[in-house]
């Protein structure tokens, strides 16, 4: 049975946990998983680009299981830990982090497209708390849900540009900046 992009990405997932991005090449994982260079080429040109889809699928990964461990309570909690699990990967991968944002600003190998993908799909998990605070009477209910979430969106942006194009970034400082705009919008709301 052919290796295909799938169990690629499986073992460089692997190997970077194990080795760090910085010593793995992509001809190393293919000689491991039994896929030819060609076929390693055909699915990611670069090193750029196989790193990038890793951290987008990891960073997919930390927004999922900040949302099942979503707080109980009230929103501007909700939407602080969702911020700060998000603000805490890329603290975590701070160099790749900004490769990512290279690779999306300037719109190389269709990453921008993967990114506003991400972005969109956590608008839809910030429109879904903002509906059930709504339903819960914690805001008013004449508020445009996409309108607000947009709103935390690019507050959310804001910090990661903040804080990947600091040397000393950590996910405290930027919470510190983005967390009192939070506070304002769902005062707003309310």
């Known amino acids: 049975m052919p290796v295909g992009r799938e169990e690629f990405l499986d073992?460089?997932?692997?190997?970077?946990?194990?080795s760090g991005m910085a010593g793995v090449s992509e001809m190393d994982i293919a000689s491991e998983i039994g896929m030819d260079s060609e076929t390693v080429q055909s699915?990611?040109?670069?090193?750029t680009?196989?790193?990038?889809?890793?951290?987008?699928?990891?960073?997919?990964?930390?927004?999922?299981?900040?949302?099942?461990?979503l707080p109980q309570s009230q929103l501007d909690l909700q939407l602080k830990h969702l911020l700060k699990a998000?603000?805490?990967?890329?603290?975590?991968?701070?160099?790749?982090?900004?490769?990512?944002l290279r690779e999306?600003?300037?719109?190389r190998a269709g990453w921008r497209e993967?990114?506003?993908?991400?972005?969109?799909?956590?608008?839809?998990e910030i429109v879904s708390l903002f509906h059930a605070a709504k339903r819960r009477g914690?805001?008013?209910?004449?508020v445009d849900e996409a309108l607000a979430a947009r709103a935390l969106v690019s507050y959310y942006v804001t910090g990661v540009l903040m804080g990947v194009r600091g040397d000393a970034f950590d996910d405290e400082g930027v919470c510190v900046f983005v967390f009192p705009l939070v506070d304002c919008l769902v005062a707003s709301l309310k």
């Open 86 to 100: 998000r603000f805490g990967f890329y603290v975590q991968h701070k160099q790749s982090s900004a490769l990512i």
């Open 11 to 18: 073992g460089a997932r692997e190997r970077f946990r194990e």
């Open 104 to 107: 999306v600003i300037f719109s």
């Open 138 to 142: 914690e805001i008013r209910q004449d």
């Open 49 to 69: 680009s196989l790193v990038v889809a890793v951290l987008l699928e990891e960073l997919g990964s930390v927004s999922k299981a900040a949302m099942k461990a």
């Open 43 to 47: 699915h990611f040109p670069d090193r």
């Open 114 to 124: 993967t990114y506003e993908n991400m972005l969109w799909r956590f608008s839809v």
